[in-house]
């Protein structure tokens, strides 16, 4: 960590230079002594990069910024603030502190919070940004977190891990092949706690999480703008019952859920072919289609399957707590009527139909739009449909 780096004239030239061509200030000279223009180019890539995913980092001065990978792989402030909700007690440690962001936000719930982090440079700085939240309750261990449970005699009430996949592993996501190896640590774990919470990539299969983990109460899957970002694997204690899936949407200051217990995900739902101008669309948000409970959906929220392996439903009605995308219904065409339509616009969605959005989109000359959309898809008979619809909910 070069504190050189924290000195204003170098804060201000790093915000002034945010829009900057970071290539161009990576391979000129630097403009300041002691400090390298890579040294000047990550942390502008990085404080850039984290102006949505980590506002509170960007909008507070004299944050020193880690590679960007690290960056890139930190959760964001939004999947932060919901995890720290899982935790229980008041005291918890994060074995894979990282950058910090996760032991920030578990910071404001518990009464203390111990950040462990091998990567001595990385333990630095996130005991410098610490400070400049003002955050007084997080004690920080250069060390790797799975040695300091085992070594220590403290006990926590709420252990928190984030384990990465190994690089030279292939596509196959297994817990076991992740750095630190939960699967084989999990026993000597449960001794030093009675809740550990699991991150993982959307990835990783449930069931084979499942298959590897013991334990787990529940499992969380969160995701921002129709985009699965992690699962949450609850692990508790002596915990022997079903596990509850709890399926999660962050946008913006609406949080909505779908929650069910994994031996009720399968159930029977009604279908329909006939759709009409009075009816609504429901396309669910990616985290319910993760969740693999695709008929459960329809149950729920009392809505109509359109096929078997098409994830689109419809209702008379609009319910606003549907955690997904609703679209008014304008008119339902077929191949044949949609060759007669002039001037077609719309964004082209495509659903369980035989065709790629690109090539529709040359076919019939649509051109894109905003609010309308052209969604391809096939009903219960069987029969390819194109749903002319305009949005009425986004999340």
Sequence with gaps: MNNKLLAKAIQDYISTNLNADVNQIALAKSPFEGITAAELATQITAKKKSEKKLPTWFNTENIYYPPVLSIEQTSSEITAKYKSKLAKGDTLIDITGGFGIDSYYFSQKAKAVTHCEINTELSEIAQHN??????????????????????????FDTIYVDPARRAEKGKVFMLKDCTPDIVSNLNSLLEKSSRIIVKTAPLLDISAGLSELKQVS??????????????????????????????????????????????SSNGSVQFTDNLSLDDYLYEPDAVLLKSGAFNLIGLTYNLLKLHPQTQLFSSEIVNKDFPGRIFKIEAVLTTATLKKQGNLKGNVIVRNYPAKPEDLVKKYKIKADQDQFLIFTKVANGENIIIKASIIQYY
């Design 130 to 155: 610490a400070q400049a939240l003002h955050v007084t309750n997080i004690e920080f261990k250069a060390e790797d977190g799975i040695a300091y449970i085992q070594s220590t005699e403290n006990h």
């Design 218 to 263: 529940e499992i969380h899957i969160v995701s921002v703008k129709n985009e699965c970002k992690e699962l949450l694997w609850i692990i508790d204690k002596g915990y022997d019952d079903d596990t509850k899936i709890i399926a999660v949407t962050l946008n913006k200051e609406i949080e909505k859920d779908f929650s069910f217990y994994k031996s």
